[in-house]
């Protein structure tokens, strides 16, 4: 008897329960070898006052079988609760998101017809590191976290998902003509990478057109990579111009773990009357499928529920009249999939995976980077404080004079002081920047800290800036 392969399942909130049901009744019956540990996850944790929703002995599970199949949850609003999603990716280091997109032309609606785009999304830092604070009466931070091993672990499974999959082009999206250090960093890697695969074609986008690009003409894209919250909404668009964003599906890879998922969320409205389309999840477990070496059963699944759309069999969210054959809910749903085992579409492309190998793709160490020489040159010291720029600027060129020079002021990012517009508009969040005049130590800083405490400034933070090699480690302000 072939060894069964342990996979985690969570059925989830919402819809979840039904859609898991069915997807586990299609791969039981496509022959999936699997031993299945269930966990409790999503509202009912959280109700027990566990706030990322997911308690220790379900992470025992997690670590055992390395492979987590999720239903939706729902995590509550507010009240210091945390994303169970990335705090699952980024507790087991699920650094890849991959979400494909693809139409089903003429037998779910769509406007683009020969869609076939797959987006891999860096999965554990950008805005989504989740550090935040309000600063002032009218001012929040959220900080933005890119790193060049997280950079360069996306593009490189990017670029091995290419090769591995005969995917003809990369495409990076990224924001670097505002965001110059960040997405800077991001799309430079991406040039350093990209170069160890002369074979694809590689083209870089900024995220704004790019957006509106795949919205417009998708089948100009094959693999895009791009960082955590711009692939989080481009592949959102993507999903919905296919036809449905309830076909969306998500993996999350790691190097020793991954989570598979429907895109789609709980679905309330819905749950409990046996409408909901488990198309999603099932996908989605169907590159679990390939993950764990069981390509013959991926295979076979993916063409009966090729076969099922093909003949009109659909549910509610994507019947239409003249089109569909029949409408039908969940359970019809599951029934016609599994009936159809062993059959394959003949409009619709068969899928082949081929033979399978357990672990997904394997990438090489990280690249080795020489350090750059370190410098402390100054530091930004931001303050909470109402007035005038002049005034500001007045009182703070008068600190730390011996080993700094009060070297600008800007308000919200924008250039104040000296020689600022009357026009500009003056919040509650200022910025300081001094320069050093000579050699630097942290104790000068804090002696101008305490400088410009004495005078009733309210210090509410303070960056230090640094040269790498002599290279600035930091932007000037808008309008230096």
């Not at 309000?134 to 933005?144: A, G, L, N, W």
Request: proline share 4%.
């Amino acid at each position: 008897m072939t060894q069964k392969t342990p996979v985690t399942v969570a059925r989830g909130d919402g819809i979840g329960p039904e859609i898991m049901d069915a997807t586990l009744k299609i791969l039981e019956a496509g022959g999936a070898r699997l031993e299945i540990e269930e966990i409790e996850i999503g509202e009912k944790v959280y109700e027990r006052g566990v706030k990322n929703g997911i308690e220790d002995s379900s992470w025992a599970s997690l670590r055992r079988t390395k492979v987590f199949l999720k239903a939706p949850i729902f995590t509550p609003m507010g009240k210091g609760y945390k994303s169970l999603n990335v705090t699952v990716r980024k507790t087991l280091g699920l650094y890849a998101n991959v979400r494909p997109c693809t139409s089903y032309y003429p037998f779910i609606e769509t406007n683009h017809e020969k869609m076939d785009v797959v987006i891999v999304r860096e999965n554990e830092e950008d805005l989504y590191a989740g550090i935040e604070y309000r600063q002032t009466q009218t001012v929040c931070e959220s900080m933005k976290l890119i790193s060049r091993p997280g950079s360069e672990k996306i593009i490189r499974y990017a670029f091995e998902y290419a090769r591995a999959n005969a995917r003809k082009k990369v495409t990076c999206m990224i924001k670097d003509n505002i965001m110059k250090m960040a997405d800077g960093l991001f799309y430079s890697v991406f040039q350093e990478i990209g170069a160890e695969y002369p074979e694809i074609e590689q083209e870089r986008y900024i995220i704004d057109i790019g957006t509106a690009r795949i919205a417009a003409k998708p089948q100009d894209f094959d693999v895009i990579v791009t960082e955590n919250l711009y692939g989080d909404i481009i592949s959102d668009v993507a999903a919905e111009i296919t036809g449905s964003v309830g076909l969306g599906i998500s993996a999350n890879i790691g190097q020793t773990c991954a989570m598979f998922e429907a895109m789609h969320g709980t679905a309330p409205d819905i749950a409990g009357k046996g409408i909901a389309n488990p198309s999603g999840l099932l996908l989605g477990s169907i590159m679990m499928l390939v993950h764990i070496g069981q390509n013959d059963v991926a295979e076979r699944v993916h063409n009966a529920w090729l076969k099922t759309i093909e003949d009109g069999i659909h549910t509610g969210d994507i019947y239409r009249e003249g089109v569909s054959k029949k409408r039908v809910g969940t359970d019809e749903f599951t029934q016609a999939v599994v009936a159809r085992m062993g059959q394959e579409p003949v409009r619709l492309s068969p899928v082949r995976y081929g033979e399978g190998k357990a672990g997904g793709l394997q990438l090489p160490p990280l690249k080795e980077i020489k350090p750059q020489k370190k410098e402390l040159v100054g530091c930004d010291v931001y303050l909470d404080w109402m007035g005038d720029p002049d005034k500001l600027g007045d009182m703070a060129s008068k600190m730390g004079t011996g080993n700094f020079t009060l070297e600008m002021i800007s308000n919200r990012g924008m250039k104040v002081w000296p020689d600022g517009a009357k026009e500009t508009f003056c919040g509650d969040h200022w910025r300081l920047r001094y320069k050093a005049k000579g050699t630097l130590t942290q104790h000068h800083i804090l002696d101008l800290i305490d400088q410009i405490s004495a005078q009733k400034l309210d210090v509410i933070k303070i960056e230090n800036l640094y040269t790498f090699d002599g290279e600035n480690g930091f932007t000037q302000a808008q309008g230096e």
